[in-house]
């Protein structure tokens, strides 16, 4: 990956916020394994299809929630210490890989 902005203060996240993004990842995690299981078992390919595209919306959901706590966190902070240009930069170049 690119340059980050490592010595720029980290707004730690809370318990809260650390086992929700857990919780979801753990749910993303069962639900790729259930399609290792379907291809296993030779399931019909819309069926997978429609597994893979619920598990890239939750994966997407899980970006742009942490997007969002950084904008509200990490960003917010480097514009009021004046180096806001350079978050955005960097916050750009990350949210143009999910249009990809």
Do not use: W
Request: hydrophobic share 40%; net charge negative; aromatic share 4%.
């Amino acid at each position: 990956m690119g340059e980050h902005l490592r010595d720029h203060p980290v707004t730690p996240r809370t318990d809260a916020e650390k086992q929700a993004l857990v919780n979801r990842l753990k749910r993303i995690e069962g639900q790729v394994r259930g399609i290792q299981k379907m291809v296993e078992e030779d399931r019909y390919c819309v069926d997978i299809l429609v597994q893979i595209s619920a598990i890239s919306a939750a994966l997407n959901k899980v970006g742009f929630s942490t997007a969002e706590r950084h904008m509200k966190h990490c960003v917010s902070d480097a514009v009021n210490s004046g180096e806001g240009d350079e978050a955005i930069e960097e916050l750009m170049a990350v949210m143009k890989q999910f249009s990809k």
